[in-house]
C-alpha cells in the first residue's frame, strides 16, 4: 500500500532554471555595481552558468554540496575575468541566494496537485537542491524534508533514501517518488526499494536503461496514477 509520496525539487515543482538566471542576472548587475571597470563583454549568463556547470562537473562524487559549488562557480567566473577575489565571491554568492527565490514560479498545477493528494498521503520533498518550501509558498506542505547537502550525499544513492523513508516511518515499497530526473529520481529510487513516476513535462525519449513505474506529463494525473500502482504489486526491490 502506497503511504507516502515524495517530489523533487527543482524542475518538479518550480522552474528552477527560471529561477537560477533571473538570480544571476541581479547578481550581475550588483557585480558590476561593485566593480565598475569589470569587461562587460565577458560578463553574461551563458558564460556563467557554463562556469558553474564546469565546477560541478569536476566536484561530483566529492562531498562538495551545493554551497561549495556555487562558491567554486563564482570564484571560478571572477578568475576567468582577471579578478581573483574570494572576498567577493562569497559577497556574489550571499547575494545570489538572497534573491534567488523572488518570485518563485511554482508550476501551475503544482499547489492543486499537492492539495489533492495531501487527503490522502502523507507528502514529501527530497532534493539535490536547496530550495526551502517556506520560501515558495510550500510551507507546512511537508511531513518531511529532506536536503542531499544535510548528509553528505546525493540522488541517486540509496543512502538519501533510506533517510526519508525513515522520516515518514515508511517501508520502502509503501514510498513512490516523483521527479524529473532519470537517474536520480527514477532509478535511485527504485535502487532503494521504492517505486517512482517520471514526470515527463517536455515529452523526452526515455532511454531503454530506465524503466519509471509510471509516467506522466502533468502533476494532477497523479492521483488517478497512484491509485492504479495502488493495484500493482511493487517489484523494486532494495539493491545493496
Known amino acids: 500500500m502506497i503511504k507516502a509520496v515524495f517530489f523533487d525539487g527543482d524542475q518538479t515543482l518550480w522552474d528552477f532554471e527560471v529561477l537560477m538566471r533571473r538570480s544571476l542576472t541581479a547578481t550581475l548587475t550588483q557585480l558590476k555595481a561593485l566593480r565598475p571597470g569589470i569587461r562587460t563583454e565577458d560578463l553574461d549568463i551563458e558564460s556563467v552558468v557554463a562556469d558553474r556547470e564546469a565546477v560541478a562537473k569536476e566536484l561530483r562524487g566529492t562531498e562538495a554540496n551545493l554551497e561549495r559549488i556555487r562558491l567554486a562557480a563564482f570564484s571560478r567566473t571572477l578568475s576567468r575575468l582577471g579578478l581573483p577575489d574570494d572576498d567577493l565571491a562569497g559577497q556574489l554568492n550571499a547575494y545570489y541566494l538572497l534573491h534567488r527565490f523572488d518570485n518563485v514560479e511554482l508550476f501551475p498545477e503544482v499547489v492543486d496537485a499537492l492539495t489533492v493528494l495531501s487527503r490522502s498521503y502523507v507528502l514529501g520533498l527530497l532534493s539535490n537542491g536547496n530550495g526551502y518550501p517556506e520560501r515558495s509558498g510550500l510551507g507546512g506542505t511537508f511531513a518531511s524534508v529532506v536536503f542531499s547537502q544535510d548528509h553528505g550525499v546525493e540522488k541517486p544513492d540509496r543512502r538519501l533514501f533510506d533517510?526519508?523513508?525513515?522520516?515518514?516511518?515508511?517501508?520502502?515499497?509503501e514510498v513512490v517518488m516523483v521527479g524529473d530526473s532519470l537517474p536520480n529520481d527514477v532509478s535511485g529510487a527504485q535502487n532503494a526499494g521504492w517505486r517512482a513516476i517520471w514526470l515527463n513535462r517536455d515529452g523526452r525519449d526515455r532511454p531503454d536503461e530506465y524503466t519509471p513505474d509510471a509516467e506522466i506529463s502533468h502533476l494532477m494525473k497523479l492521483p488517478k496514477t497512484l491509485r492504479a500502482l495502488q493495484l500493482v504489486p511493487s517489484t523494486s526491490a532494495a539493491r545493496p
Do not use: S
Not at 533517510?163 to 515499497?173: K, T
Open 163 to 173: 533517510v526519508a523513508a525513515a522520516e515518514v516511518g515508511c517501508d520502502p515499497d
